[in-house]
């Protein structure tokens, strides 16, 4: 198994037991999972975050970071060890000792504490994001056909016709996202593109906003938040799911797995 891992995993007893009940079991960490491990401008949140991981190094893979995977083109390979960063993941090993070092006064904590710098101003930096997401939610949900939220808040299954309602709005999304990017995928692994699952994990995670009423007490942190987290859903589509203690993130992972697998039916 090859399963992304959420930062809030990392400290959580069932890691270990994950790595212990099979070798061939490992985890995944993707950028935001790093900056995450790095925020907090000291050494003691990485150092916690990796006591479980580094007894396990050989069962870690790190991904290359997410502006270079949209950049690849899955039309060339349907494995996707493309998107594994080789250099970083063989050094993992060496890394897990040099924090340890790092902790108990190596120079090593002084690139540490850079890059812990580094990592908590990015993710702060995503807050003026989230704002402009949180305006784009208030002018969706006007234009929202009321009968579609019906259906979300009835819990009952999305039948062919919810499929492309979500598909035709997923697809408008997308157009913005990747004349962002200026990355426009091969028409046969549109599917497969990061943007798109990227796109789609963030309409369904609107979707159950607006359903559940609650986006309007939404703060730019909280937003900002739920982006980073649709990152770690996104990834976990491409493999074998992800550890998570968060239910939400869970549960958009299923829905937009279930997705994917009914795109051809659409």
Request: charged share 30%; hydrophobic share 35%; glycine share 4%.
């Amino acid at each position: 198994m090859k399963k992304i891992v959420d930062v809030n995993y990392l400290r959580d007893p069932r890691l270990r037991k994950y790595f212990e009940e099979d070798k061939n079991n490992f985890i995944i960490f993707t950028d935001f999972a790093c900056m995450e491990c790095y925020k907090g401008r000291s050494l003691t949140n990485i150092k916690n975050s990796l006591e479980i991981v580094s007894d396990y190094p050989d069962q870690v893979l790190v991904l290359k970071n997410t502006g270079s995977v949209i950049k690849e083109d899955l039309s060339k390979s349907q494995q996707n060890d493309i998107f594994i960063d080789q250099d970083q993941t063989a050094g993992f090993h060496d890394f897990c000792i040099g924090v340890k070092e790092a902790s108990e006064g190596d120079f090593f904590a002084k690139q540490l504490l850079e890059k812990s710098e580094l990592a908590s101003i990015d993710i702060e930096k995503k807050k003026e994001f989230a704002g402009l997401v949180l305006k784009g939610i208030e002018q969706f949900n006007k234009e929202m056909d009321q009968n579609f939220i019906k259906v979300l808040r009835s819990g009952k299954p999305w039948t062919s016709s919810e499929y492309e309602h979500i598909w035709r709005e997923v697809i408008e999304l997308c157009k913005l996202m990747f004349k962002k990017h200026n990355e426009l995928p091969n028409k046969y692994t549109f599917a497969r593109h990061y943007i798109f699952r990227y796109s789609l994990s963030c309409y369904l995670l609107a979707l159950k906003w607006l359903s559940e009423g609650g986006w309007h007490s939404y703060s730019e942190e909280d937003m900002r938040n739920d982006l980073i987290d649709m990152s770690y859903v996104t990834y976990a589509t491409y493999f074998d799911g992800v550890l998570s203690k968060d239910n939400k993130i869970n549960d958009l992972y299923e829905k937009s797995n279930a997705f994917i697998g009914q795109l051809k039916k659409v």
